[in-house]
């Protein structure tokens, strides 16, 4: 491809996506379906949440904005995609893929850290249940979501900043559907190894924090759940907390294979795979593995539809 200066760089193509015509129909109706199904299964548990007093406590509060951040996450994605399979507009601008690339990151990092004081939640409710209400209040809990938010956006930020001060001069083709850290890294032309390391450093100070809260306080709660003499008691405490450890370990899972390594690693293919995963899957999931699994939950879904029908 003919070189790209670097002062006329205004724009990216993303290249990830098939070009057949008859593939690019068949995937902008599935991710058309996955897309609409996140956004349906995020909102009716955000209503459940809002209109039902019966969830009106840390644990949902925390789970509302849970939906939110995997309504984002999609949103910050998909619908370039979809418009790239359909009208094969595969061009972005500087601007708009920094922003995409802002919003995906900010994203991904506000969820890592609301995970972790998810986990903590669980943590006090299990192991410290006569005490839940006064070390978990509903102010206690809004400055934790606070704050949550503020780090992801920090966080997003400064690995924004780092991703476009590069120079891109040879190329201006992103192979991926989106615009991601790994990719961008592989595109530029600057020498990238010290950013490399600030990246993973800080990722790797904020993501390890947040993921020994969540090791710590489960393996907390899996002692308490041991100690309990009662079946029923155990069986209790395993289905308040099975969502949020299903949850943590897709989530983990996935993220870490995206962002944890360097980018002579990197593997468009396999990135694209993995991507999906945490971009698109998981936030169609979530609400899927908090329904399923929790009865409050699923009450709270049938009111609301018992509510809906006699209205």
């Known amino acids: 491809m003919q070189k790209v200066n670097l002062s006329t760089v205004s724009e990216f193509v993303l290249v990830g996506l098939s070009d057949a015509p008859e593939v690019r129909f068949l995937l902008f109706v599935l991710f058309l379906i996955v897309y609409l199904a996140t956004m349906a299964g995020n909102i009716t548990i955000l209503v459940a949440i809002i209109t039902d007093t019966s969830l009106h406590n840390p644990m949902y509060f925390f789970l509302g904005n849970l939906s939110l951040l995997d309504m984002l996450c999609p949103t910050a994605t998909v619908p370039k995609m979809l418009d790239a399979l359909l009208l094969e507009n595969k ?3 500087f601007t708009g893929c920094a922003l995409q690339l802002f919003f995906l ?3 991904v990092g506000t969820e890592i850290f609301l995970l972790a004081v ?7 409710a ?13 102010e206690l809990c809004a400055h934790l979501a606070i704050g949550t938010w503020v780090a992801g956006f920090f966080n997003s930020l400064l690995h924004t900043a780092l991703i476009f001060t590069l120079s891109f001069c040879d190329s201006n083709e992103v192979d991926q559907y989106y615009c991601d850290i790994p990719p961008m890294l592989a595109l530029s032309c600057s020498p990238t190894y010290s950013r490399e390391l600030v990246i993973l450093l800080v990722a790797g100070v904020l993501g390890s924090s947040a993921f020994v809260v969540t090791l710590i306080s489960y393996i907390y709660i ?4 041991l100690c309990m003499n009662s079946s029923e008691s155990r069986h209790k405490a395993f289905s308040t907390c099975g969502s949020h450890l299903t949850v943590v370990c897709l989530f983990y899972g996935t993220t ?6 360097p980018s002579s690693t990197y593997s468009p293919n396999q990135d694209r795979i993995v991507s999906m995963l945490y971009g698109i899957l998981t936030p169609l999931l979530n609400p899927i593995i908090y329904s399923l699994r929790n009865k409050e939950v699923k009450c709270a879904l049938r009111r609301m539809i018992s509510q809906v029908r006699t209205a």
């Open 118 to 124: 998810m986990a903590y939640d669980r943590y006090v």
């Open 91 to 93: 061009v972005v601008s």
């Open 222 to 225: 899996l002692l308490a759940i």
């Open 105 to 107: 990151i900010d994203v």
């Open 256 to 261: 870490i294979c995206t962002y944890v390594r």
């Open 126 to 138: 299990i192991c410290h249940p006569l005490q839940y209400m006064n070390m978990v209040s509903m």
